[in-house]
């Protein structure tokens, strides 16, 4: 069965920083690429970052693009997303998920980011 399992969120201000690590199990994880995608309140999955199995060229939303960096450790079976000056339009839940859209699933249970002064 595959599990995913997020950590790392939390209430931040403006132009902080988190961590984020998604640790997968049940899957041969380094045989897939990842994604990380993100619900803000009351809207719907936003793509975020995307990391192939080799962790080469990864990929970002315009929106985070020169502040987040996604990285994979495959001996470690976890994924991350570094964020930086984080904005208060990041906060959300994010997901770490082997899905594409439209449904981006499998995905965990997510971890909560909150950006607020």
């Known amino acids: 069965e595959v599990q995913l399992v997020e950590s790392g969120g939390g209430l931040v201000q403006p132009g902080e920083s988190l961590r984020l690590s998604c640790a997968a199990s049940?899957?041969?994880?380094?045989?897939?690429?990842m994604n990380w995608v993100r619900q803000a309140p009351g809207k719907g999955l936003e793509w975020v970052s995307y990391?192939?199995?080799?962790?080469?060229?990864?990929g970002y939303a315009g929106s985070v693009k020169g502040r987040f960096t996604i990285s994979r450790d495959n001996a470690k079976n976890t994924l991350y997303l570094q964020m930086n000056s984080l904005k208060t339009e990041d906060t959300g839940v994010y997901y770490c998920?082997?899905?594409?859209?439209?449904?981006?699933?499998?995905r965990g249970q997510g971890t909560e980011v909150t950006v607020s002064s």
């Open positions: 990391i192939d199995i080799g962790g080469r060229s990864p």
């Open positions: 049940g899957f041969t994880f380094r045989d897939y690429d």
């Open positions: 998920t082997t899905g594409w859209h439209p449904t981006y699933t499998p």
